[in-house]
């Protein structure tokens, strides 16, 4: 079940991975660019910005230490963030992407204090926003926070209840 998966924080030795996930022909489909497939410079170039700037949190899915997936949070301002996450098309079903969720809220909480965390969902991706749904996230208006034919989801993630119902 979920519960299995663990994260850790992206490291340099990961660029080779999460550039194949990119342009993996599962993971674009539901992406907000799936027609784009990413240079190897554009990637190379992306990544380590991404390491290096606070206003970016990345972390690889791991199940039984093997990489999975990965959830990303980009920091809008004090208050608010971006998550983006994805498991592999063969680990998903399980709860893995709903547990790598929570799980991220709960690391963006803790690096950066309580926080509104938004997340930008293809229309027609049911099975993502299921997955958000699951993790606590609520649907709500439409922002130019995302881009056009995407559902947004909003969570106030805090120390004591990120990614928790109720």
Same mark, same amino acid.
């Given at each position: 079940?979920?519960?299995?998966? &663990? !994260? ?6 990961? +660029? ?10 599962? +993971? ?18 992306? #990544?380590?910005?991404?390491? &290096?700037?606070?206003? *970016? !949190? ?5 199940? &039984?230490? $093997?990489?999975?997936? $990965?959830? *990303? #949070? ?13 498991? !592999? ?21 803790? %690096?950066?204090?309580? &926080?509104? +965390?938004?997340?930008?969902? *293809? ?8 997955? #958000?749904?699951? %993790?606590?996230?609520? $649907?709500?208006?439409?922002?130019? !926070? ?6 947004? #989801? ?13």
């Amino acid at each position: 079940m979920g519960s299995e998966i &663990q !994260l850790r924080a992206a490291t340099l030795d990961d +660029i080779r991975t999460v550039f194949a996930w990119r342009n993996d022909p599962y +993971i674009r489909a539901r992406s907000s660019h799936p027609d784009y497939v990413v240079t190897w410079d554009e990637h190379r170039r992306w #990544f380590n910005e991404t390491l &290096q700037d606070d206003k *970016r !949190l990345i972390f690889i899915v791991t199940l &039984q230490e $093997q990489p999975i997936g $990965q959830v *990303r #949070f980009d920091r809008i301002d004090a208050a608010r963030s971006i998550i983006s996450v994805y498991v !592999l098309s063969q680990f998903t079903g399980a709860g893995y992407g709903v547990d790598a969720i929570r799980r991220g809220c709960k690391a963006a909480v803790e %690096a950066w204090g309580e &926080q509104t +965390i938004i997340a930008c969902v *293809r229309a027609e991706n049911r099975a993502g926003s299921s997955g #958000f749904r699951k %993790a606590g996230f609520v $649907q709500s208006e439409p922002s130019e !926070l995302c881009p056009k034919e995407h559902d947004e #989801f909003h969570l106030v993630a805090r120390r004591s209840s990120c990614g928790e119902k109720g």
